[in-house]
């Protein structure tokens, strides 16, 4: 049995809403439950509305960031100078960063986010029995390596620091429908439809990310994806393939960012021959 949670109202920019408003969310988070329901998992949501301590920054979190994580070259995406930390919450490691583009209308290049990918260095050693024999040459080549880092129960985190201005969320909904669609037909689940609607039918039009916004995707163990916004957490489901859907997106075979994932993955080797 699969469960998802999604705290409804913990959205930042979104002050506690007006009796009406809930009454929308509470219908919108019921019709959610009994379609998810349908795809065999169950729903549950929070109403409690919580403010959130930090309000998402107006300004680029990247102008302070340079300069409170040392500056480190690696931890900042050169396109679009947004830094990340070195570690991640539960001390996950920063194994890269990396740029997700998008092309408007067909023509205009846009973009989006920046993000850094992150893992837990003692759960990548579940990977050294396997791959500590093979040269670190191949182990930046080797596909299964990335299919197990993928799959296996291994704590990981992906950090998006919003780059583009006029983010709706009518446009992250559609986003996340196509490319995380791809990917959990790709993984060859056959009742994903159901799970993606009802997962991203949380996404309301409320919601605001503007740039600087970060978001964070986190694998935990056994397989929950959790996600939060400015630091706060606002809903979570127990999906293996959602997990491995969505680094996918980062790591796996048709990345965004192909650098980041070769970078990635060069990392990678190096810290299971360490
Ligand atoms: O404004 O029409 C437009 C283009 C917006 C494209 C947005 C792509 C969204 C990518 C997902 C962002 C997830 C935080
Ligand atoms: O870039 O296509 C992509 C995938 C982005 C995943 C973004 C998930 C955003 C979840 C938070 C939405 C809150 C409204």
């Avoid at 995380?180 to 993984?187: D, N, T, Y």
């Avoid at 979570?236 to 990345?255: A, E, T, V």
């Amino acid at each position: 049995m699969v469960s998802l949670r999604f705290t409804a109202a913990t959205f930042p920019h979104l002050p506690p809403p007006p009796p009406p408003h809930r009454t929308a969310i509470a219908a919108a988070i019921a019709a959610a439950a009994a379609a998810a329901a349908a795809a065999s998992f169950t729903l549950t949501a929070k109403s409690a509305g919580r403010p959130l301590p930090h309000p998402a920054h107006s300004a680029p979190l990247w102008a302070s960031l340079s300069l409170s994580d040392g500056g480190v070259p690696g931890n900042v995406e050169p396109r679009t100078g947004a830094a990340f930390p070195a570690e991640a919450a539960g001390g996950r490691r920063l194994l890269g960063v990396g740029l997700r583009k998008t092309t408007i209308l067909g023509l205009k290049s846009i973009d989006v986010y920046a993000f850094g990918v992150y893992a837990d260095d003692n759960d990548l050693r579940q990977l050294r029995e396997k791959y500590e024999k093979l040269p670190v040459s191949e182990l930046k080549q080797n596909a299964e390596l990335i299919n197990d880092a993928l799959e296996r129960d291994i704590r990981m985190t992906i950090r998006l620091q919003i780059v583009y201005g006029r983010l709706s969320i009518g446009s992250v909904r559609s986003a996340f429908e196509k490319s995380v669609g791809s990917r959990l037909q790709k993984f060859g689940g056959s009742d994903t439809k159901e799970l993606l609607q009802s997962f991203v039918s949380l996404f309301k039009d409320e919601y605001k990310l503007p740039k600087g916004s970060v978001i964070e995707l986190s694998r935990e163990s056994n397989h929950v994806l959790k996600i939060s916004i400015e630091g706060e957490e606002v809903g979570s489901i127990q999906n293996k393939l959602l997990c491995q859907s969505i680094l996918d997106l980062y790591i796996g075979d048709d990345p965004f960012d192909r650098s980041a994932k070769d970078n990635i993955q060069g990392n990678l080797a190096s810290i299971l021959k360490a």
